[in-house]
């Protein structure tokens, strides 16, 4: 286990929005206690030999698991979903620990000798001890410019602790997000890959008729800072919570479909069926 740190920002945002839906759908059981959720997290990260650690930066602190079977070799990064975030489309949950963390599941799944898997601000630590931790870091503000600085600097501190001169970014859901913007951010980014990503919220939220992410980034406003990064978008056919057109909209604004594309996988939702597909996906790297 080796240490590094981060810290976080205040503010509590209500918005009704399909936030509230995708939270639903990843968290199964809203009854499954915090402890419950971070044994199981163990319990899965153990079992393919993620060892925990965590990343302290200015705001937040990060926990994660990873295994390093090459060290120097770039590794491959992963950056969980959302997480249990609403409770239902009105409530806000006092704690977004995923109850369903796809992104560590698929982690787990990853051959590659290097594997990094981060949770997203506040899930899986202490909130009495990080004040930062404020709701709206899980509403409003999940892809405020204070979080993408401090993924940015966690990546910063790996890339030393590891001695590596790059990563290989996958995120899923809210997290391909988070893996967009730190791309068009860091030139050590040699591709990057998002699962059901969250990519043109502005737009999604729009076209539902809810609230805008008010202290968010959105991706498809920095796409073309991309372009150059080989770079592929996973979507499930049967994704109603972030359909096709959310990766179409965004490969567009990249605007090099040599570097960016996107790909439709076959009987798959937003939660539903990544696991069955993704031993074979993990092997599929942008080229451009």
């Known amino acids: 286990m080796f240490k590094i740190a981060l810290r976080e920002a205040p503010h509590t945002a209500p918005l009704l929005t399909t936030i509230a839906t995708i939270a639903a759908l990843l968290s199964g059981c809203a009854l499954t206690s915090v402890e419950e959720r971070q044994t199981n997290a163990t319990k899965l990260a153990a079992s393919a030999n993620l060892q925990p650690f965590s990343i302290k930066t200015k705001v937040f602190t990060f926990s994660g698991h990873g295994k ?35 992104a560590l599941k698929l982690a787990r799944l990853d051959p590659s000798p290097t594997v990094i898997y981060l949770a997203r601000p506040c899930q899986y630590v202490d909130l009495r001890s990080e004040i930062n931790c404020t709701s709206k870091y899980w509403t409003s503000h999940r892809f405020a410019p204070e979080i993408i600085d401090s993924y940015d600097q966690a990546l910063t501190r790996l890339k030393t602790n590891l001695n590596v001169t790059g990563f290989r970014l996958v995120g899923f859901s809210g997290g391909g997000a988070i893996v967009a913007l730190l791309s068009a951010r860091r030139n050590d980014i040699s591709s990057f890959r998002t699962i059901a990503g969250n990519l043109d919220h502005d737009t999604l939220n729009r076209e539902k008729r809810v609230s805008k992410l008010s202290g968010s980034l959105n991706p498809k406003n920095h796409a073309a800072q991309t372009s150059h990064i080989p770079q592929i978008h996973f979507v499930g056919d049967r994704d109603a919570i972030i359909p096709e057109w959310v990766a179409k909209s965004y490969a567009e604004a990249a605007g090099n479909p040599r570097c960016v594309r996107y790909q439709v996988i076959h009987d798959v939702d937003h939660t539903n069926g990544w696991e069955r597909v993704w031993r074979t996906l993990s092997s599929h790297l942008p080229e451009c």
């Open 68 to 102: 390093y079977a090459a060290r120097g070799q770039e590794p491959v990064v992963y950056i969980e979903g959302d997480g249990f975030a609403w409770i239902d489309r009105y409530t806000i949950s006092k704690n977004p620990t995923p109850i369903n963390p796809i």
